[in-house]
RNA sequence: GGGGGGUUACCGAAGCGGUCAAACGGGACAGACUGUAAAUCUGUUGGCUAUGCCUUCGCAGGUUCGAAUCCUGCACCCCCCA
């Protein structure tokens, strides 16, 4: 059992906790069981849900039992930060479709049968949809002071401000705190983590643990992992970047982390990786000394494209960021040409048009829906921005032929320097 | 209800009878440079069977050899007075 939490504190991944002299001593003197909450919304997780899972990971690797908790039943109601749309509700397929997926997507990072350290992915929906009304209020309602809840900083910032807060909301933390009493009594567990901004509903989920139960519970966060210029950490214009293959391909996975800011990967090595000290040091060194190099972005994007999408995932990923950055085009058959271009639109035309005379080149790029126009098409030729298979097209009346065709069936063209298409000629 | 102003390409904005496919700026796209960054520089930015042809300047008509530009009607927007 290693000391988990003097890495933690190195890493800067400690917050707050609510025992900052016991709770070194109470990590290291046995296997404790720990949890993190996550939302079921969607059948993937994102890069959000990495860092609070990546803590699991470090607390089940140090000897100790992670619990992930979908919230079937708080994602209905939401957590009062702010949140402007109402939540909806899913219907029971929906959410189970949900937990599947991301359970799937867990088995990547937490190891789920190993005995007395496997993970555990429970619904608090499952509990919480037991509960009547009068119920709650009278084992769980009892136990919170108004004067308390008035006192958190979620809602005390609610109440100064013009939006005012909901009755539903104010009572999301009895939800959530309920959570954690639950789980102490069925499963044992006595930590919770979760973001800085979850401060106030752990401690919550402490009082009332200490209440109800009469148990000693212990709460951690963990900084909110935002880019230096206080933006989320996981999104970009065209959207979330999620955990799924099928949502955001590895390629796209390792590009985005292949790029982050000098300024933010020393963060990002930090909170998501498990390299040693030494290691993130040396980086830390290298984007000083040779930054155009980035080999903190490489070995980022390495180890995260590796967790997530294992080492076949990557190694896609890596021969895509070869081919898309300039490559040739060669001896790739159709499945890999597939893979690597899984996020580039297609059409699909009759091998037919490939005989005789061949296919006009700006035909072939109106009909990939790359160019809207001959008129666009005739023009990015003439200033070179068109690339067959990666090579360069010199003249407008190039044809294509059979002996273009990079694979069995498939011939790729790109404009300017990421904009790709795929023509599959079926016979 | 009365008076005035506006509607131009992706956006903003010139043009006010021919030389207008329409200045200029932004954006976008491509090229060079570069660290797959930022900045910078260059080119392009209605369509086509392309030194020419076709369709565009709120909509519909009209005047004229010729209209984005003038006239009439309609629609929408803005301002001022009641």
């Keep these: 059992m290693n000391d988990i939490f003097e890495d933690l504190q190195w890493r800067g991944l400690i917050h707050q906790t609510t025992a900052d002299e016991l709770l070194p001593k109470w990590l290291s003197s046995g296997s404790r069981t720990v949890y993190a909450g996550f939302d079921p919304t969607a059948d993937s997780l994102h890069v959000g849900s990495l860092l609070p899972l990546m803590m699991l990971r470090r607390f089940q690797k140090a000897g100790h039992r992670p619990i992930a908790i979908a919230g079937g039943a708080t994602g209905m109601i939401g957590d009062p930060s702010g949140k402007s749309a109402e939540r909806n509700l899913q219907t029971p397929e929906q959410l189970a479709a949900n937990l599947a997926g991301i359970e799937s997507q867990m088995r990547h990072v937490l190891d789920f049968d190993c005995g007395d350290e496997s993970a555990v992915l429970v619904n608090n929906n499952d509990w919480m949809s037991q509960f009547s009304y009068v119920e709650f209020l009278r084992d769980v309602g009892k136990n919170f002071p ?3 809840m008035l006192g958190k900083d979620s809602v005390k910032s609610r109440l100064s401000s013009e939006a005012g807060l909901s009755y539903t909301e104010f009572s999301y933390m009895l939800l959530q705190a309920y959570d954690f009493v639950h ?3 069925e499963h044992g567990c006595e930590l919770q983590i979760g973001g ?14 200490r209440r109800m139960l009469g148990a000693q519970l212990y709460g951690m966060t963990c900084p909110l992992l935002t880019k230096t210029d206080g933006s989320k950490m996981g999104k970009t214009e065209s959207g979330a970047i999620w955990l799924s293959a099928k949502r955001t391909s590895p390629y796209k996975f390792y590009q985005y982390w292949l790029n982050v800011a000098d300024e933010d990967t020393g963060t990002c090595l930090r909170f998501l990786t498990e390299l040693e000290r030494s290691e993130i040091e040396a980086l830390d060194e290298s984007r000083v000394s040779a930054p155009e190099q980035r080999a903190s972005q490489k070995k980022l994007a390495e180890e995260l494209t590796r967790l997530i999408h294992g080492p076949s995932g990557l190694a896609t990923a ?3 960021t070869e081919i898309f950055f300039g490559a040739e085009i060669e001896n790739l058959d159709d499945r890999q040409l597939t893979d690597i271009f899984a996020d580039v639109p297609s059409c699909e035309l009759p091998a037919t048009e490939l005989a005789g005379e061949g296919l006009g080149i700006m035909d072939a790029l ?3 829906g790359l160019m809207k126009s001959n008129g666009e098409a005739r023009r990015s030729i003439k200033q070179g921005g068109i690339y067959i298979n990666n090579r360069r097209v010199g003249e407008i009346d190039r044809r ?13 063209l790109r404009s300017g320097k990421k904009k790709y298409a795929l023509l599959r000629f079926s016979s």
């Design 400 to 412: 294509l032929t059979p002996a273009d065709l990079t694979s069995e069936t498939v011939v790729v």
């Design 366 to 368: 109106v009909k990939s």
């Design 196 to 209: 800085s901004d979850q401060w106030g509903n752990v401690t919550a989920g402490i009082d009332l643990g």
């Design 318 to 320: 890596l021969q895509a």
């Design 183 to 185: 789980l102490n009594r």
């Design 146 to 148: 108004v004067n308390v």
